[in-house]
């Protein structure tokens, strides 16, 4: 689920591309503190090495993605981990490129971020309450097909030649979208019993006036 080099060549969609990843990872950043970017990192390199792992299917290939993960436990946080995630593979093993770095960004990080508002509600807030392993499931899913969806429309704006890559992609990713969903209710379900604190999202949703006063005390 990497746009190589020379795919796309529009300058007006490279650029926003690049300036979409970086409002996300600028938001990610500010919103991530320093107690908590070890969690960040951990997942950071999940997703680095599930989506080393290329299977050939439909004439296309396949990867496993762990952004509903992402999205669930890091919120926002999602997009730094995913941009150094994609540099690493760029540079060391050359699946993606440095000029589409911005639109892989996106099309990886978006979904993550999309899966966390379904998670906390529009308002970005934690409600307390853990999500299932059985919503997180559909969560992951929910996150591959955005990511394929999105690839896909990026490679239609190329041109009509592309159009049968694009409907590739979206068939291929269907199986993947059930082993994600699979994958990232187990997860879930591990860490609900061992650790659910990374679950309730209130680490990367402080209120600005917990900080103030924190900060005034010092």
């Not at 966390?116 to 997180?136: D, E, F, I, Q, V």
Request: overall charge negative; charged content about 10%; aromatic content about 6%.
């Amino acid at each position: 689920m990497h746009l190589a080099e020379g795919i796309v060549t529009s300058p007006l969609v490279l650029g926003g591309g690049v300036l979409l990843a970086a409002g996300g990872v600028a938001i990610g950043l500010r919103k991530l503190d320093e107690a908590h970017a070890l969690r960040t990192a951990v997942l950071g390199s999940g997703f680095f090495v599930a989506s080393l792992v290329h299977i050939p299917l439909a004439g296309v290939s396949v990867h496993l993605t762990l952004t509903g993960l992402l999205g669930i436990v890091l919120g926002w946080a999602a997009f730094p981990a995913v941009l150094v995630g994609l540099v690493l593979q760029s540079v060391l093993f050359g699946f993606g490129g440095i000029t589409t770095l911005g639109l892989n960004t996106c099309i990886m990080a978006l979904p993550a971020v999309a899966v966390y508002y379904a998670r906390h509600g529009l308002s970005g807030r934690p409600t307390g309450k853990m999500p299932s392993p059985w919503l997180s499931g559909l969560l992951g899913g929910l996150s591959v097909a955005l990511s394929a969806l999105l690839l896909g429309l990026l490679l239609c704006t190329v041109g009509e030649d592309f159009f049968p890559i694009a409907g590739a992609i979206l068939l291929a990713h269907v199986p993947v979208m059930l082993v994600e969903a699979g994958v990232t209710a187990s997860a879930v379900g591990f860490l609900h019993k061992v650790s659910p604190e990374l679950l309730s999202g209130h680490a990367l949703e402080k209120d600005p006036g917990e900080q103030e006063s924190s900060v005034s005390c010092d």
